[in-house]
């Protein structure tokens, strides 16, 4: 059995609206969803001694939310990721977006689909969100239809995408989630166990968009394939931390992306999707300056984001996996947060 409750989360300046909280509930987990960009704002499961706690970030109030903030929790598009120069040519036109990441476009501009209010329909199981984004909306073509779908099946998070265009555009949704299994307000993820379901990953350069090269994970800090201890592996082949899309088996159907395992609380996230990527993002620009729930700080490297994704900068990038929509298609993508503990 899954409950929903809906209340009101808070109100937007100048009038431009309330924000309401929705509450999942099953005997595993309880998710709370807010509609001001479909965000994430709690997840609570229980360790293995039945405690639970709240493992993802963010903040208490809305204003929170509405301050300049790493994306917590939120759906971020039209387009995840980043576009190189935030420029892209599509059917012979060259598209300009906004610049708000060094030299390039990041989910989505400067605002994103994190940053509108979203329309909610409660469902049985969860909650469904959709909204219009308009032609032109951030620089991008044509309108977009999308419905972003929150249900609860158990120990199971399911997050449904689908989009309609108007006329060929890029489009890639994800969830922008930062998890951290010991509770939110830990102070790290370096004793989370993870493992990625990937051969490949995309190299960046120096401003993180991918040079073009799919390269072999093997024998790399990216082989992620069989378990790793956080802090011990960044040590070891000495990296600052990860921000890197990690290519999986392309196919449209639900296939297992990644694990991590908490020990000391035996929680255990499990990532399915149907996506054919996944940034994996250790949280390293968190810089201790935002007060987040129940006061925590949150510095460097105390959440981790898998966010299942088409591949950065794929609208530039042609031998990428396909990113652009059109008129008459539908875009349909679901990813699974299955939480247990071992």
Known sequence: MVSVTRAVFGDLPLGAGTVEKFQLQSDQLRVDIISWGCTITAL???????????????????????????????????????????TFMLDGKEYKLAINNGPNSLHGGVKGFDKVLWTPRVLSNGVEFSRVSPDGEEGYPGELKVWVTYTLDGGELVVNYRAQASQTTPVNLTNHSYFNLAGQGSPNIYDHEVTIEADAFLPVNEVLIPTGEIASVQGTAFDL??????????????????????????SKEKRFCARVYH??????????????????????????????????????????????????????QPHFSPVLLKPGEEYDHTT???FSVA
């Open 263 to 316: 020990a000391g609380s035996g929680r255990v996230l499990e990532v399915y999707t149907t996506q054919p990527g996944v940034q994996f993002y250790t949280g390293n620009f968190l810089d201790g300056t935002l007060k987040g729930k129940s006061g925590a700080v949150y510095p460097k490297h105390s959440g981790f984001c898998l966010e299942t994704q088409s591949w950065p900068d794929a609208v530039n």
């Open 225 to 250: 394939r069989k378990p790793v201890e956080l802090g011990k592996h960044l040590q070891e082949f000495h990296v600052n931390g990860f921000d890197h899309n990690f290519c999986l088996k392309g």
């Open 336 to 338: 699974w947060f299955k």
């Open 44 to 86: 609570e499961v229980k360790d293995r001694q039945g405690r639970a706690s709240d493992v993802v970030l963010g903040f208490d109030e809305l204003e929170g939310y509405l301050q300049k903030q790493p994306y917590f929790g939120a759906v971020v598009g039209r387009v995840a990721n980043r576009i190189a120069k935030g």
